[in-house]
């Protein structure tokens, strides 16, 4: 199950609501970040096993880029558990102790024989009724992320331990402090379980939004499928999947780790997108940094150290990677103008 959603905001002027930065080939390896999943998640799940779930307005778009792919678009953004659980709930339909994995349309991962060994060691504790998560091990204190901490190793498994707790995105002397226990991973939001569990925790916890799923994947392979969502899917809980399963369940003992040792990044902003690809041509004096020019103008930057350039046939933007961050707030300012053909 592949959730591509979002607009990609801190890598604007790049990604747009229209053309998100999952439709992107931001690396330049001449594949979008999209393709990439699916060529990571062949290997393990086959064409007919790979579930894209995206919005309506960019169904048509992910249809062109994965033709094989089996795609589920969603009326209107409700965060991460609605979109995971439809996937869930229609591929359950069918098979319900299928396993399922839910695996973000825009990561980097930089090694995929490591990224599905450790898939397939998710799937081996995940057949036995836990819900798994990958961690990644962080490579540094980010404030950026969320964290797991581990507890136990699990009976008969290579790497996979149980979980002790999730954490909200912490401040710089905490992550500190689990960095340097070596208990802690990031939580990339990777999750592996059995339909029929993932099902079943959200008929316990959230009994409105489960009978939603099952009622428009009930519904999802006949002629009643629109009217079903129409009916079912405004109402559905808007929550993420961490928030819905993965910190109540980890606080009964139902949530296991495994380690992902693989090179990964979210491409969160233009700091990582920097650390990930290749510079466009530019003149430097005096300065140093990172260009994206998608134009033939050229581009000239003096003076400014870690400057971080993109250029687009409408917009220009400039800033430093200690700025990264706060360029989500570039196109909401455009907006509140007026100028929603910006955003």
């Known amino acids: 199950m592949v959730p591509a959603g979002g607009a990609g905001t801190r890598l604007w002027p790049l990604s747009r609501a229209s053309h998100p930065k999952f439709l992107l080939d931001l690396t330049g390896s001449g594949r979008t ?15 007919e096993g790979i579930h894209v779930v995206t919005g309506q307005a960019h169904a048509t778009a992910v249809a062109d880029q994965l033709p094989a792919a089996d795609v589920l678009a969603e009326p209107s953004p409700r965060d991460s558990m609605p979109a995971i659980g439809l996937a869930a709930a229609v591929i359950a339909a069918h098979e319900p102790d299928a396993v399922v994995g839910s695996f973000a349309a825009d ?34 204190a980010s404030t950026a992320f969320g964290y797991i901490e581990a507890a136990e190793p699990l009976p008969g498994m290579p ?17 500190g402090a689990y960095v340097a226990s070596g208990a802690f991973s990031w939580n990339a939001g990777m999750f ?24 428009i994947a009930d519904a999802w392979n006949t002629p009643r499928r629109d009217a079903a969502l129409r009916e079912h899917w405004p109402r559905l809980t808007r929550i993420a999947i961490d928030h819905a399963i993965a910190e109540p369940v980890s606080l009964d003992g139902g949530v296991a780790v495994v380690p992902g040792r693989f090179p ?5 902003d233009f ?12 003149v430097w004096v005096d300065a140093d940094g990172f260009v994206a020019n ?7 930057v003096v003076g400014i150290e870690d400057a971080v350039v993109a250029v687009t046939d409408d917009a ?14 570039v196109p909401v300012a455009w907006q509140e103008r007026g100028r929603d053909d910006l955003v």
């Open 192 to 215: 592996v379980t059995r339909a029929d569990v993932l099902l079943g925790h959200l008929e316990r916890l959230h009994p409105p939004l489960h009978t939603g799923l099952r009622a």
């Open 107 to 140: 990561h980097v991962i930089g090694d995929d024989e490591l990224f599905q060994a450790a898939v397939r060691e998710a799937i081996d504790v995940a057949a036995t009724g836990k819900v798994v998560t990958i961690g990644l091990q962080p490579t540094f």
């Open 159 to 175: 790497t996979a331990r149980a979980v002790s707790r999730f954490v909200e995105k912490p401040d710089a002397t905490t992550a």
């Open 33 to 47: 970040l999209l393709q990439q999943t699916w060529d990571r998640l062949l290997p393990l799940a086959g064409a």
């Open 264 to 268: 990964w990044t979210d491409l969160g």
């Open 271 to 282: 700091a990582a997108l920097a650390d990930t690809a290749a510079s466009d041509d530019a």
């Open 294 to 300: 998608q134009t033939s103008q050229a581009v000239s």
């Open 316 to 329: 220009v933007l400039v800033t430093t990677r200690a700025h990264a961050q706060r360029v989500k707030a």
